[in-house]
């Protein structure tokens, strides 16, 4: 079973700081996804990714394979990124590749 | 349009009753997935649909568990005799296709406690 651990586990900073959150795991994988779960407790996805880099608006991730890594940076943080913020990957093969391991999540809080 | 919606959205039950925990998925997506959520961790996988066919319920806890999908669209998570330790967010997620190159969308989930 793949192991994913994320860090930091908790994470604060000023608002228009450079944010990034790690990810890595332990076996091979299809692809790996970056969700971000509300304080309401809703999960959205933001990215899914199985090589090198994507961008969405401040939001940037990437993926070294070989390295078993990922990446999720926030570009200017303001408040409204507080959240918590999630690596799940689905594994390379058969059925481990529908399902997705989680990793405990990084609690992110941007401060005014 | 919709995303995928759950009811009911919380569940307060007593110990040793039985459970039935809703899934709508959006509309047309052949892939159904429950997760459960405990405080503070990650979630954690349960089984999968692909259209109405239970392809994987290798997560399920044990038998007091079970779901069915029996038309390939509204899901249900059932929970017989339930223990305070299934109390958790039971989360559903569906996707448009098969394999692990579609995004999942994640409904609201069930609060379920069991006192």
């Known amino acids: 079973k793949n192991e994913v651990e994320q860090s930091p586990q908790n994470l604060t900073a000023q608002e228009g700081e450079f944010i990034t959150i790690n990810c890595s795991y332990s076996v091979g994988i299809s692809a790996l996804h970056w969700l971000q779960q509300h304080p309401g407790g809703g999960i959205v996805s933001l990215f899914m990714l199985s090589s090198g880099k994507k961008k969405h608006g401040r939001l940037i991730a990437t993926i070294n394979i070989q390295e078993k890594h990922s990446s999720l940076h926030i570009t200017a943080s303001h408040p409204r990124d507080s959240a918590v913020y999630i690596c799940?990957?689905?594994?390379?093969?058969?059925?481990?590749?529908?399902?997705?391991?989680f990793g405990k999540g990084t609690k992110l809080s941007v401060i005014p | 349009g919709a995303g995928v919606s759950q009811s009911p959205r919380y569940k307060v039950t007593k110990r040793g009753q039985d459970v039935a925990l809703r899934c709508d998925p959006i509309?047309?997506?052949?892939?159904l997935y429950w997760y459960r959520q405990a405080l503070g961790q990650g979630p954690e996988f349960l089984t999968y649909f692909n259209y109405e066919a239970q392809q994987d319920k290798s997560g399920l806890p044990n038998d007091r568990f079970s779901a069915e999908r029996p038309e390939g669209s509204i899901s249900t998570l059932t929970i017989q005799r339930t223990e305070q330790r299934d109390s958790a967010m039971y989360r559903c997620a569906s996707s448009g296709g098969t394999g692990p190159h579609y995004e999942q969308y994640f409904g609201p989930g069930t609060r379920l406690t069991v006192t």
């Open positions: 799940a990957v689905s594994g390379s093969s058969g059925a481990g590749s529908y399902q997705l391991t």
């Open positions: 509309s047309g997506h052949v892939s």
